[in-house]
């Protein structure tokens, strides 16, 4: 059997296609992965770094496919991560619209008293971030916390989203275009996406599945937001302002549930996309979104 080469590559189906891409980009990031493990004895720092090398690998792999496989002489372009005025405001569109929604969501169960708005109570620096800012530090006063969460938030979101909307809206839905309808490529996308955060133990599947629809539904809006303008800033910044709002509001423990109403009407685990009010307020932001998708 003659070996694999780039040209070879684009010629196959995308399941393939999908298979080489990332057994590529496992070998390449394995043996270092094992290696921090050795290193860094720290659970959430391992991560951090492990995930950025993961991210960064990616970067580095993704322009050598889309030249080589693709032909694309401009990845980031082709994939719409473009630095332009009207892409920055579509982001800046995105986001506010999803932090927005997310206070607005938990503003109205707090209205309809399902749950307390407090501040949180003074504590040791915790996260990654308050161990750099106040390291030797004893109690982090209420301010403070929300602060960190605030800013800790937006970056966290913005990475976040950056690096899954690159891969899920960008390189992967390109691949899926390649073979499929625009049907066929948005359902697969969409699964695809709500899968692959869903890789838990069963018992924890079967407690939380409505989360995987929620999930499914937040894959269709964000493909609904690249289609509407042919770029990533909106899906970037609605992502990114579903995780930066949710982040401040949790991680800063702004609200307490009361338990007035089942976890499933609310959220199971405190989780709004595993609860019937977050899975109707996800869909007005989809309905908006298509709706934005119909006018482009």
Known sequence: MRPLVPARLATLPFPLRLGVFFLTLAICWLPLAALLALIIRDANALTLVAMSLLFVEFLILLPWWARRVNGIITPLRHYGLV????????FLEGLSLSVVGVF??????GALGWLQWQWPQPRPPVSLLEQVLFAGGSQLNAGTLVGVAIAEGLLIGGLVALAEELLFRGWLLDELQRDYRPAVALA????????????????EILQTFPQ????????VMLVWAKWATGRLGLPIGLHGGLVWGYYMITVAQLVRYTGQVPDWVTGVGGNPLAGAIGFVFLLGLVTYVWGRSRRA
Not at 83 to 90: A, F, K, L, V, Y
């Open 188 to 203: 697969i996308n969409s699964l695809l996406f709500a899968t692959l955060h869903y890789l838990r133990p069963i018992n």
């Open 83 to 90: 630095w332009t005025q009207q892409n920055g405001r579509e």
């Open 212 to 219: 995987y629809l929620g999930l499914v539904l937040l894959g």
């Open 104 to 109: 607005l969501l938990f503003g109205v169960q």
